[in-house]
């Protein structure tokens, strides 16, 4: 019965029966839109492996490619995949410069009052890395005092302030400075390089880069902030509702068949335990 519901559901989000016609009039429909002009915009960050990255010219990654699965059901549209720094898609998407955040965005309370997300794509835990060797980082605890790096404008930024000043509360000192990239990878070069002492990101993230570079990096073995995900976001506006409903449907088909637990072990060489539905934000 559930199968059922849920593959009538999908192919109603489709357009194929009008399920959403009925309460929004028939111009303020963004799947509709988008099937008409044949082509959905796609805001993405290729700067966030394994999620999404360039490769040979192309953006490719696991979410990219969940991503490129769930939009071939919609047949005869293109799909224009933007590569942006992560701080101007949210404000993009605010605007209708595009039609969705396909890329790796934490669910947050601030971002819920603005847009609305998908059902979980990954596991967005914060973690600290440093670099190989260094004993003097062995627990969070020890970024008192350290220059930490991670991205402008990232719910990992928020985490580590919020942690700095926890910190601060405990002892009488935080973290001496954190330090703002455009993306993680250019903390990673200054992490490699000495400039920074530590870097804070999802531990999902961090996997592929120790495989690549274990003599480079290790991980501190202690999460810090609240159990966070990554999904994908549109915005928080009725005429959303459909292409909300059309790509939540696609990832549960994902998880179904077991093609989203595939691409996981593909990409990050483990799978995660995602829930079906998107959570209260934990901060």
């Known amino acids: 019965?559930?199968?059922?519901?849920?593959?009538?559901?999908?192919?109603?989000?489709?357009g194929m029966a009008g399920a959403f016609s009925g309460s929004l009039p028939a111009h303020a429909d963004l799947l509709s839109d988008i099937q008409q002009k044949h082509?959905?915009?796609?805001?993405?960050?290729?700067?966030?492996?394994?999620?999404e990255f360039v490769q040979d010219g192309k953006i490719v990654g696991y979410g990219t490619e969940m991503l490129h699965m769930i939009l071939a059901k919609l047949p005869g549209v293109k799909v224009n995949q933007l590569d942006l720094p992560f701080q101007g898609i949210m404000p993009g998407l605010t605007a209708k410069k595009w039609d969705l955040g396909g890329t790796s965005i934490v669910i947050t309370k601030a971002r819920s009052e603005h847009f609305a997300f998908t059902i979980?794509?990954?596991?967005?835990?914060?973690?600290?890395?440093?670099?190989?060797?260094?004993?003097?980082?062995?627990?969070?605890?020890?970024?008192?005092?350290?220059?930490?790096?991670?991205e402008a404008g990232s719910a990992q930024l928020q985490?580590?302030?919020?942690?700095?000043d926890e910190l601060q509360k405990q002892g009488g000192k935080g973290v001496a400075q954190i330090k703002e990239y455009t993306d993680f990878d250019g903390a990673y070069a200054d992490l490699a390089a000495g400039r920074i002492q530590a870097v804070v990101q999802a531990i999902s993230n961090l996997g592929p880069l120790l495989k690549a570079r274990p003599d480079t990096f290790e991980i501190v073995n202690q999460t810090?902030?609240?159990?966070?995900?990554?999904?994908?976001?549109?915005?928080?506006?009725?005429?959303t509702a459909s292409l909300r409903e059309f790509l939540n449907q696609g990832l549960l088909e994902l998880k179904r068949s077991g093609k989203m637990a595939e691409l996981q072990?593909?990409?990050?060489?483990?799978?995660?335990d995602l829930p079906d539905t998107s959570p209260t934000p934990a901060m």
């Open 120 to 150: 979980p794509v990954g596991d967005a835990t914060v973690v600290v890395l440093k670099r190989k060797g260094d004993t003097t980082i062995t627990r969070a605890e020890d970024l008192v005092g350290k220059t930490v790096g991670t």
């Open 159 to 164: 985490i580590i302030h919020t942690y700095s």
């Open 265 to 272: 072990r593909q990409w990050f060489g483990f799978t995660m």
């Open 224 to 239: 810090i902030g609240p159990k966070t995900y990554y999904a994908w976001a549109v915005r928080n506006e009725p005429d």
């Open 39 to 51: 082509e959905i915009t796609v805001a993405t960050e290729a700067r966030f492996a394994p999620y």
């Open 1 to 14: 019965m559930f199968l059922k519901l849920a593959r009538t559901r999908f192919f109603l989000a489709l």
